[in-house]
């Protein structure tokens, strides 16, 4: 008795191997028909008696090739038709492409084998890859997925590759950029000048250069880095001369597990993620002993690590280096530089040398960062080896564009049950990354053959995105409460449909009331939400400055603790007396002094306070340093605060907080321990308006979000407290905390919007 069934199977399905290993499974368990990519993705038909059929099955979804993944699989009866044997058939391409390209993908085992074996033609090929590894997002230029598509276009294979390519039974059958020393792409090397360097080996050279100390641009999957020898002191601080103005982490690349282990400690957890295929950049405690350089991460007491994930990088750490700086290859804050001419126009002021190819980036994207928070990986930027990998969403939706905030900005797309985050794109206010924004959602729109039917954007009618999406007036617009927004993303994530109280940590986002959000107690689903309260009001005398000066927060929160009678504190008396007096009269008389609810504001009123941080360069930094100075394995007692109880909300005042604060530091306990107290004074405070929140709504579902929840110590202990309670807690793990998410929650929250004005 034969059975015949055609298979319908969607998700990550082309450009990963899958035919074959339909083709190899099929034989495997004597079944006959055939196997073709279409626009969906792939369609089979198998014919086979209905136990060949039910193992074929099985083994279909649990024996997947590294890069594929299945979304959905469906199946439809068909009469047997008797035929013989199973073939690869040509892709068909219809009109509505969802067929999904797989992320940029790290050298697989059985390449890196090949790498390094003497006897292999491609020995040392810096650009060996097959059809479970290599570039993919990156090069795409256009679908279907296949070679003339792909910045491999220009370079025609050379017989064995084709023949590789050709076979049904190679790990390179229709590896797109299969390629070898022969035919494929080469390194260069040029001098800062521009000029091409005189080295018939520019991979040792490059490592030579690298042994002295010199800074080296080295183009990668996504963009350009910049590297130095992460144990050379000069060479660092030489980098981060001529970086100017930033003051973030570097993050490293070494070699291999081992190295990684004599300078930063290691988990089970963070092991998984330092060796997935995905190769992030994962944030590991120091070691206090390590031989790198002090200016890698100063005043923090973590290195961002990532293990080689190109062939190139295998080769420059295999034997030299315990530790390479792999930093974005940008000036300050402008997006990661990757074509050829821009990186050496833009970064001949700071490499000394390019290590280069001629492969082309079509796409550029960062490295993604992740940490783990209560043993679970967070990520804090979603990008490479991520993107464009789908989200499963709670329910279907029609097509929605969401353009995000304005820093870390990402845009997120949406089809059926599926969300497209976009890569990392970065922070808007900036105009090169603005125009980096637009290209990037024209490229995702492109290879995904997507069009939008509502736009969602944030309420502030300034952020760049929210410009965008005005000229697109084509479309129908959904402006999104930036918290609600944090929400809807934590919600979206763990597939939660129920109203869900939102406790959203934040920086700063545009509010309901026209004042500054970013402590927000809130209860809501993707229809809408309450604001149920909120952290006390406090003005920021001079808007945005006091974002990047956290002495003005600290000067605004002492004042409405103790009025005229300022205690005498560093972070005061270093303010000279004019503008001293200038900020005081701004805040009595409202003048460029908006107020805010941030809770990320309260963190830098607290480090700049206890003498941490006058000035941040970035978003988070002054947060970040406070965590990193908290002692480690000591208990601490909660300062007290009050919640008051104000128009029906409950707001949190911590003057008492901030008061306690001053005692202690003008006793002089020390800051580790000032810091350790101030944090659990927030999670006590957000267990009990949990407890007092759910009471009153009757929910007990409690999603943590906002850029404030990448903080490991508030993170663990307000969760475990939350759970103590009896409370459901949810926390992110796939999509950022901060506003690197924003655009998920945006999405979902114009897809019910489509949904009600459709009338369904
Ligand atoms: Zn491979
Ligand atoms: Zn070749
Ligand atoms: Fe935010």
Redesign the pocket.
Known sequence: MLQRTQIRIEGIVQGVGFRPFVYREALACGVSGWVLNDSRGVLLEAEASPRQLATFLVRLQQRLPPLASITALSQRALPPEGGQGFQIRPSQHQAASEAQIAPDTC??P???QELFDPSNPRYRYPF???????PRYSIVTGIPYDRPKTTMATFTMCPSCQAEYDDPAS?RFHAQPNACPQCGPRLQLFKADGGLAATSSPLEAAIGLLQQGRILAIKGLGGYHLAVDACNHQAVAELRRRKARDEKPFALMSGSLAQVRRYARVSASEEHLLTGTERPIVLLEQRLESHLSPLVAPRNGYFGVMLPYTPLHYLLLQDDFLALVMTSGNLSDEPIVFRDEEARARLAAIADAFLSHNREIHTRSDDSIIRTIADKPVLLRRSRGYVPRSIPLPVMQGNVLAVGGELKNTFCLTRRDRAFLSQHIGDLNHPEVSSAFEQSIQLMQHILEWQPQVIAHDLHPDYQSTRYAETRRDLPAVAVQHHHAHLASGMAEHGLTEPCLGMIFDGIGYGADGHIWGGEFLLGDYRGYQRLGHFAYVPMPGGDAASRQPYRMALSYLYQAYGEDLPELPVLTNIPAGERKLLLQMIDQSINSPLTSSCGRLFDAVAALVGLRSHVSYEGQAALELEMTIAEGAAFTPYPYQLRRIAGQLIFDPQQCLRAVVEDLQKGTPVARISGAFHITLASMLLEVCRELGEQSGVSRVVLSGGVFQNRFLTEHATSLLQGAGLEVFTHSLVPPNDGGLSLGQAVIAGQWLKTSAGI
């Open positions: 050298v697989c059985e390449c890196r060996i890859n097959c059809t479970n590894c290599g790990r």
